[in-house]
C-alpha cells in the first residue's frame, strides 16, 4: 500500500526524441510509443549519448525512455504546487533604465 501511494512503478517504453536547433525554434521534444503518456509528478529517463545538434538542423532519434510514475499522493501535491513553482520561472519587469 505505501508503494502505490509513492509510486516507485516504473515502465520502459521506446520514443522519438525530436531536437531542433534552427533560427525559427530551438527545442526538443519526447514522443512516446503507443500512446504512452506521462502525468504530473512522473518522472521521464531517456536513455543514449546526449545528443548534439548543429545550427540550422533538426534531429530525429529512436530511443528507450524510462517513465517513473508518481503514486496518487505525489501527484496531487505536484498539481497542488504546480502553478506556484512555474510562477518562479517568470520574472517580469516593466521598468524603464535611462541609458545616458
Known amino acids: 500500500m505505501i508503494e502505490r501511494m509513492l509510486g516507485k512503478r516504473s515502465e520502459e517504453v521506446g520514443c522519438t526524441v525530436e531536437v531542433s536547433n534552427t533560427f525559427d ?19 521521464v529517463l531517456v536513455h543514449g549519448a546526449p545528443v548534439e ?21 505525489e501527484r496531487a501535491w505536484t498539481r497542488a504546487t504546480g502553478d506556484f513553482e ?15
Open 25 to 43: 525554434s530551438l527545442h526538443a521534444h519526447v514522443r512516446f510509443d503507443g500512446g504512452v503518456t506521462v502525468e504530473p509528478g512522473d518522472e
Open 53 to 73: 545538434v548543429p545550427y540550422g538542423e533538426t534531429a530525429y532519434l529512436r530511443r528507450r525512455a524510462t517513465i517513473r510514475r508518481a503514486g496518487w499522493l
Open 86 to 100: 512555474f510562477m518562479e520561472l517568470c520574472e517580469f519587469s516593466f521598468s524603464e533604465r535611462a541609458t545616458l
